[in-house]
């Protein structure tokens, strides 16, 4: 008789194992809404865990974007299998499908998902930014991206919807400008997010779900430390640093986040929005951020592109076609244990469903360990060196160099 594969597999045991070695996940029923536990510095870099209600989890960490309750293609076994400890997970886009009413009768997001690690929710702020909509002073009014009725989000209808979603962080609603943008337009965005920021705080009642405010202020240094500044003193469990990542050079970046971080509390977590191309993450790193979220490893998986520790490759090259390689010799995910770079370039070539699973395995490994390494080079003292090997591999474009 066939062995039953029993769940998890053996592989993702392997992975699970390599990741979270370093975590120690349990609930302490005292415990305040967010610690921030450092136990490592490298210069600015620093390494440790942030403890909620449902558990903990390692940071710097990377939140893979699971907009509309689930990381596109993946299931959320998938998920807890490749070591992953926080989704992130879309206010706006839950409140329009399924609704909130649906996602809180159905146990809220981890009683619906079926997924019991952490959730951080956006709040729509961001979506004011991509989708259409439209900013006035007490709130954002949304075209529905399903059927084009009007949604109205306001600070507290934002705290409201995520409270009753249940995540285990919250994010306050902001007004993210794309750049480049005048000093008129960042300084608005700057003056509303924080007055949005009191009424969130204000409107926020549950002792067990944590709330980070968002700092803004474009790559104006005067208008990030401003805004860093003032969000701190109103005394947030942690601070997301909002509208970078929109366009502008990575200089300016990390310009204006170097400005932010050093307005912000050394025992909150600091989460930059958005980034996670290697380069501009692990420069983060090294200034002090311990939290990311970005599609990049999503999307360029859907895309046919991938990871690997040699810079970015794209499986659609047609020199590929016979290589029996997986697609990263040093990558322990279960597609590379069992597919060759041919194999996939096949079904991808073909348009087969699989594939984007398979890719999206293997760029979510791939992060997960960036993150690890990230974490045991600053635990052992080596992160500039680290610094300097990801660099080498992927500077060139923002957009790292492809594989020769
Ligand atoms: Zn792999």
Redesign the pocket.
């Known amino acids: 008789m066939a062995k039953e594969h029993v769940w998890p597999l053996p592989w993702s045991v392997r992975v699970r194992d390599v990741l979270v070695a370093d975590v120690g996940t349990h609930v302490m029923s005292q415990t305040p809404r967010l610690e921030m536990i450092v136990d490592s510095l490298d210069g600015a870099a620093r390494a440790g865990f942030v403890r909620t209600q449902r558990g903990s989890f390692a940071v710097p960490c990377f939140m893979p974007v699971g907009t509309r309750g689930v990381v596109r293609s993946l299931s959320v076994s998938d998920l807890e299998s490749l070591g992953i400890e926080v989704m992130l997970a879309n206010t706006y886009h839950l409140a329009l499908r399924p609704g909130v009413d649906i996602v809180e009768e159905m146990g809220g997001i981890h009683g619906f998902t079926g997924w019991s690690g952490h959730v951080l929710t956006d709040s729509g702020g961001f979506q004011a930014y991509s989708l259409p909509s439209k900013i006035d002073e007490d709130g954002i009014t949304f075209k529905s991206v399903y059927d084009g009725s009007a949604f109205r989000m306001t600070p507290e209808s934002a705290v409201d919807a995520q409270e009753r979603l249940g995540s285990d962080i919250q994010m306050v609603l902001d007004v993210c400008p794309a750049l480049p943008a005048s000093s008129a337009v960042i300084w608005e965005a700057v003056q509303t997010t924080l007055g949005w920021a009191e009424r969130s705080l204000n409107a926020h009642s549950s002792s067990s779900q944590a709330i980070f405010g968002i700092v803004q202020g474009g790559i104006d240094v005067d208008a990030r430390s401003c805004s860093a500044k003032r969000t701190a003193e109103m005394g947030f469990d942690g601070y997301g640093i909002g509208g970078l990542s929109v366009g502008e050079d990575r200089a300016d970046m990390l310009r204006a986040l170097e400005a932010t971080l050093s307005e912000l509390p050394d025992d909150r977590p600091r989460y930059l929005m958005g980034v996670g191309d290697p380069v501009g993450l692990i420069e983060a790193v090294a200034l002090g951020v311990d939290m990311f979220d970005c599609v990049i490893p999503t999307r360029l998986a859907r895309h046919g592109t ?1 990871l690997t520790s040699s810079g970015r490759m794209s499986l659609r090259n047609a020199k590929f076609a016979k290589d029996p390689r ?3 010799e040093s ?7 069992s597919s060759s770079r041919a194999y996939l370039r096949h079904l991808l070539l073909v348009s087969e469903p699989t594939v984007l699973r398979l890719l999206t ?2 760029n979510l ?2 992060m997960m360990l960036l993150m690890r390494s990230a974490r045991e080079a600053i635990r052992s003292g080596t992160y500039d060196a680290m610094r300097a090997e990801i660099a080498s591999v992927w500077r060139g474009s923002s957009r790292a160099r492809t594989v020769a």
């Not at 990558?331 to 244990?337: A, D, F, I, L, N």
């Open positions: 991938v997986p697609l990263d990558c322990v995910c279960s597609t590379c244990v395995v293997h490994v791939w």
